[in-house]
């Protein structure tokens, strides 16, 4: 039988999964209005685009300086446009946004309604006819769905931008080396995969953060432990949906190019 | 035993305006509530007293309709509450709630707060027409001046003032105060008080308090009740209640008062 931590973990598990569906739910039937939606935008997007910047320019300089430094001498250097600009659009772009948005937002989202529970402003909502999900969650979950996947490739961009940097400007890489292959071998389908992870991403950040602050319990000490718990939580969440994600998503472009010719 | 003291005033008795019945609530393995009957009456105020810790505030959020029980149901004027925590509630639209910590919006300055409940559900009301229902609730706790200032710039009993003109301004039907008066030293806790019964005869509400402060319950009560073990064991009128012989109510007034 059920020892009480697994009764806990599936009655937590029930109740995130509640949420999220209430949420959804709300997002369709009674929308939050805009203003709250606008605002969350620019916290979550406009105000989190210098770390996306920094983190996908490095990561773009690092991947382009070591695969020049690994492929050059076997004359393998011409790959490395492809190879930072592929691995940026489907695997680092996406997973490296969403730790900086965990790190950044999550945790801003847990602490902020972890604090809000704990001090008796959520039961002021209630209390007023307000329902706490649509006001403090559904924004949130818009904003953070539709934010995720145009930060994903803003990172994409800039990683391409700083592997260019180091390939040509540093390594002396013919510009044309480093773009020509990406129009042969960059693929609509490749935005795509960027654009899912950054879109599930979004609503895995957004919807744990708040379900973990939603439901703190125990003063400041409280909001700490959530906090924590959603960055660990969200972090390997996102690790192994990344996994499933590529496996379905390549899978995905088996079937369909197997079907339609692509 | 419940005591059931019959007493004359000039309240309206002949139905309750909040009738909780057989009210059962558990956390976890804690049983806080235990078959909870009472009635309250429209524009009385009715102070719940009892020790820590015995179920008090979990009453509270009950009739507020923001919990749901195990057991048992609240009527509001003879229309039984789910307990949902819902949006669109009309319920929770005739009731309101002082709470303990005053629960500002703490990301709101004191204006914006105060007309939260406008905003969310009388949004054709003019600009001007609200600005007016903000500043008379702020002037009728006091606090005229401040809409500008944020929660965190308030004194303890300053929040608690602008958290009743937060209550004021929509003009619920009943008021529930969560300890109005802890925390707060005797000066400011009178000026609650005062608020208090200002309140009820603005907007001719029917209270409940649930408080320690034997002082604030004598000055704001029309009946007191004792709760006791998850259940009210005695309902009264401030009179009849400091003659009840009970051991615990004995123990509670003493220990209430600083002996000199």
Redesign the interface.
């Known amino acids: 039988m059920f020892n009480s931590k697994t009764s806990k973990f599936f009655n937590d598990l029930g109740s995130y999964f509640l949420l999220v569906s209430t949420v959804t739910w709300l997002c369709f039937k009674r929308p939050p209005s805009w203003d709250l939606i606008r605002d969350q935008m620019y916290e979550i997007g406009v105000r989190s685009l210098p770390v996306v910047a920094i983190t996908g320019f490095s990561t773009g300089m690092v991947l382009a300086a070591q695969a020049y430094f690994q492929l050059s001498d076997k004359g393998l250097a011409s790959a490395t446009g492809l190879m930072v600009t592929k691995a940026m659009l489907v695997e680092l772009g996406p997973v490296l946004t969403a730790f900086m948005i965990t790190g950044r937002v999550g945790a801003a989202i847990c602490a902020e309604l972890g604090t809000m529970r704990v001090t008796e402003q959520i039961d002021a909502l209630s209390s007023m006819a307000v329902n706490p999900l649509s006001y403090l969650v559904a924004p949130r979950f818009i904003a953070g769905t539709v934010m995720l996947p145009i930060l994903t490739i803003f990172s994409c961009a800039m990683g391409v931008l700083g592997g260019y940097i180091i390939a040509v400007d540093y390594y002396g890489m013919p510009s044309h080396s480093y773009i020509d292959p990406l129009r042969d071998q960059i693929h609509l389908y490749d935005v795509f995969m960027g654009l899912v992870k950054g879109f599930v991403f979004g609503i895995i950040i957004i919807t744990i953060s708040s379900y973990k602050g939603m439901t703190t319990r125990g003063g400041a000490a409280g909001v700490g432990r959530s906090t924590t718990n959603s960055v660990v939580i969200c972090y390997s969440v996102i690790l192994v949906g990344n996994f499933l994600l590529t496996v379905f998503l390549n899978n995905t472009y088996t079937y369909l190019k197997e079907q339609f010719w692509w | 035993m419940v005591t059931q003291e019959k007493e004359e005033s000039d309240l309206h008795r002949n139905k309750p305006m909040i009738k909780v019945h057989d009210l059962w609530k558990s956390y976890g393995n804690l049983q806080v509530l235990k078959g909870l009957d009472l009635e309250i009456y429209e524009g009385e105020t009715l102070v719940i007293l009892g020790r820590s810790g015995v179920g008090k505030s979990v009453l509270l959020?009950q009739i507020?309709g923001?919990e749901k029980p195990d057991k048992g149901y609240v009527e509001i004027s003879g229309q039984r509450i789910t307990g949902m925590?819902?949006?669109?509630?009309?319920h929770?639209?005739r009731?309101?709630?002082l709470?303990?910590?005053s629960?500002?919006?703490?990301s709101m300055n004191v204006g914006d707060n105060t007309a939260?409940?406008l905003k969310?559900?009388e949004k054709k009301l003019k600009r001007d027409e609200r600005k007016n229902r903000v500043d008379h609730a702020l002037k009728m706790v006091g606090l005229e001046g401040t809409q500008q200032k944020m929660p965190s710039e308030l004194s303890g009993g300053m929040r608690k003032r602008a958290a009743l003109a937060r209550l004021i301004v929509?003009r619920p039907e009943i008021i529930l105060y969560d300890e109005p008066t802890t925390g707060l030293d005797p000066m400011t806790a009178m000026q609650i008080n005062d608020l208090i019964n200002a309140t009820k005869k603005e907007l001719n509400a029917t209270s409940v308090v649930v408080t320690h402060d034997i002082r604030s319950a004598l000055e704001v009560g029309d009946r007191l009740a004792y709760h006791e073990d998850g259940k009210i064991v005695h309902v009264a009128s401030k009179e009849e209640f400091l003659k009840i012989k009970d051991p615990a109510i004995h123990s509670f007034f003493e220990n209430a008062f600083v002996k000199w």
């Open positions: 959020r507020l923001i925590p819902d949006t669109g509630d009309e929770q639209k009731v309101g709630m709470f303990q910590g629960a500002m919006f703490d939260f409940y969310q559900h929509y």
